[in-house]
């Protein structure tokens, strides 16, 4: 069974910095891409960042310049860098990892708060 355990989320204040992780177990297939989303109070799920095996990255307007994607493919992790947060990065953020066939697998969910 494929398990993804996040980590790293709290409360921080504007203008700093947080390193979310997430780590995948049980995983017997390919991976393709990994990568995290977020979902605000009030508002849809949204792309913040994908990294695919190879290492091509891409990221939501929003964040470039100051979030980096990175990954740990003997780990099977996935993880999110976040600096210059701002009180409009608050939202549960949640990282899944994708197969070749394009079936994803989503860790349960790691809240981020910012403070201004």
């Known amino acids: 069974q494929v398990q993804l355990v996040e980590s790293g989320g709290g409360l921080v204040q504007a203008g700093g910095s947080l390193r979310l992780s997430c780590a995948g177990s049980g995983i017997i297939f390919i991976i393709s891409s990994m990568g995290w989303y977020r979902q605000a109070p009030g508002k849809q799920r949204e792309l913040v960042a994908t990294?695919?095996?190879?290492?091509?990255?891409n990221y939501a307007e929003s964040v470039k310049g100051r979030f980096t994607i990175s990954r740990d493919i003997a780990k099977n992790t996935v993880y999110l860098g976040m600096n210059r947060l701002k009180s409009e990065d608050t939202a549960v953020y949640y990282c899944?990892?994708?197969?070749?066939?394009?079936?994803?697998?989503w860790g349960q969910g790691t809240p981020v708060t910012v403070s201004s």
């Open positions: 990294i695919t095996i190879v290492g091509d990255t």
């Open positions: 899944f990892l994708e197969d070749t066939v394009g079936k994803r697998f």
